[in-house]
């Protein structure tokens, strides 16, 4: 089992990722350079948090358009398991691997705390290890986390499913308190329509271990090795 990791100039969390493969799904992990057209054979593919670029004209628009992100839509159209963490969601989201758009905070403030997510699917390789309705532990740390869509994509990702997260309260309960960007419907994650793609913006790889103090994104990792080894 190998999984890829991209590195582009401004990822900061491109070694969480790593670990978090490495310790947690005791598979193989091997850094892939933005510059670079060879995925090298991997499994999978993460693209980690950060500020891709520095972030210039959007958040993820220009890694978006870079030589291994090539790759890594060749990769996903193939039926390769993708997941887009943080600044990786809105590269997908850029390069249109997942509907909508992630924008600038409602506050207009970074926000960097622990939320609560929902479960919404489970039924995809990066989900199936959770329950449904299942209420999530997890770090954001984001200034262009908001998600947004027109209200006819907004329907049709309803009306397909491909809600894979929201932001929630303790006891699950969907409302706007618990919504800590101002996401449309409370939406914190979602996977194209054949599943094989996730993005989202809280941070799973910082919930991996209790000293961290949560395990909650553990199950993300250990379904995937779990999907992996039944293909």
């Known amino acids: 089992m190998k999984i890829g990791v991209v590195t582009f100039p401004g990822s900061n969390c491109d070694y969480d990722c790593y670990k978090a493969v490495q310790e947690q799904m005791e598979a193989e992990a091997v850094y892939l350079w933005h510059g670079d057209h060879d995925l090298q054979g991997v499994d999978a593919v ?3 948090g950060g500020f891709s670029y520095g972030d210039y004209l959007r958040a993820g628009a220009i890694a978006a358009q870079s030589p291994i992100l090539r790759e890594v839509r060749a990769f996903a159209e193939a039926g390769g398991p993708v997941a887009g963490i943080c600044n990786g969601f809105q590269i997908l989201c850029e390069a249109a691997l997942l509907p909508g758009a992630l924008m600038r905070n409602r506050s207009l403030k970074f926000r960097s705390r622990s939320v609560h997510l929902r479960v919404e699917r489970t039924d ?12 999530l532990h997890v770090p954001i740390a984001h200034g262009e986390g908001c998600y947004f869509a027109d209200e006819a994509t907004l329907d049709r990702v309803e009306g397909q499913g491909l809600v894979a997260f929201r932001y929630s309260a303790p006891d699950g309960t969907i409302d706007a308190e618990a919504n800590p960007n101002g996401s449309a419907r409370n939406i914190a994650g979602v996977v194209n329509e054949r599943g094989n793609v996730l993005g989202m913006m809280p941070h799973p790889e910082r919930a991996v271990d209790a000293l961290l103090g949560s395990t909650d994104g553990l199950g993300l990792f250990r379904s995937l090795a779990a999907h992996l080894a039944r293909a």
């Open 46 to 48: 993460f693209l980690p």
């Open 124 to 135: 995809t390789p990066f989900t199936s290890g959770y329950a449904a309705g299942q209420v």
